[in-house]
């Protein structure tokens, strides 16, 4: 699949994004090299501590689809943000060798960084 496909994939979730707090959507998709993906969007809630970022939605979601190696992660947003500091944890924890792609949607630009960029020295490990 496609960075490009990835994002339209993270491009039509976001439209479900439960965001009435904040009112800032986010979608995320995520893929392995076979073309297996799963999609995710944040979801918040009034107890803002209960609120699950929309990376964290797709990664979980595929966990349990049992989609492995996942190759590319795509996420948008009206700004093209990084993921949140728990996110990048996640994605260092369950795709660690995978391109993450930053798109906004307000600039039509995306950003494709590495996790190793996005959270240098991560803890992956408890050994
Ligand atoms: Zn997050």
Redesign the pocket.
């Known amino acids: 699949m496609s960075p490009a496909e990835l994002i339209h994939l993270a491009t039509e979730v976001r439209k479900k994004a439960f965001a009435p707090f904040s009112h800032f959507t986010v979608g995320a998709a995520v893929a392995n090299a076979q073309g297996d993906y799963a999609v995710g969007c944040n979801v918040e809630n009034a107890a803002f501590g209960s609120t699950i970022?929309a990376?964290?939605g797709a990664l979980s979601q595929a966990v349990a689809q049992g989609i492995e190696e996942i190759t590319n992660i795509a996420i948008v947003t009206e700004t093209g943000a990084a993921?949140?500091g728990?996110?990048r944890q996640l994605i260092a924890q369950l795709a660690p060798n995978c391109h993450v792609h930053l798109a906004s949607t307000a600039a039509l630009q995306i950003r494709t960084l590495s996790i190793r960029e996005l959270l240098p020295d991560a803890f992956t490990s408890l050994e």
């Open positions: 970022c990376e964290a993921p949140c728990n996110c």
